[in-house]
């Protein structure tokens, strides 16, 4: 099923959108702590499946590696369906230096 990224109905987990990823926390930085990145901030630089197979009761979800004003963060994005995430971790990957907000904008088939 084709459609845009940000509201690609396979893109759901408990009900919510899942694009864009939520931000990550705040960087760590010696000279004082680093601002997380906006809701679609920052630019793509890998994405990554991270098999759980279940353990602690947690679902199969996707790793996301971003680049936000000269720093890197890993955030998470979850699906309900686990199917999903093979065609989608090659979408982005295929993606890479396109920000958050535009690869919401493109359309996907998975």
């Known amino acids: 099923m084709k459609d845009l990224l940000v509201k690609h109905p396979q893109l759901k ?6 694009w864009p990823p939520q931000p990550p926390g705040d960087a760590y930085d010696p000279n004082g702590s680093k601002a997380s990145p906006p809701v679609g901030g920052g ?4 994405a ?6 279940g353990y602690g009761g947690l679902p199969d979800h996707m790793e996301v590696q971003i680049e936000y004003q000269g720093r890197t963060y890993v955030t998470q994005l979850w699906v309900d369906d686990s199917g999903v995430l093979e065609p989608l971790r090659e979408f982005l990957n295929q993606h890479k230096s ?3 907000d ?3 904008r493109l359309e996907v088939d998975l």
Request: proline content about 5%; cysteine-free.
């Open 13 to 18: 987990y408990m009900g919510s959108p899942s």
């Open 98 to 100: 396109v920000s958050l």
């Open 48 to 53: 990554t499946i991270f098999r759980t197979h």
């Open 102 to 104: 535009e690869l919401g």
């Open 43 to 46: 630019t793509l630089m890998r």
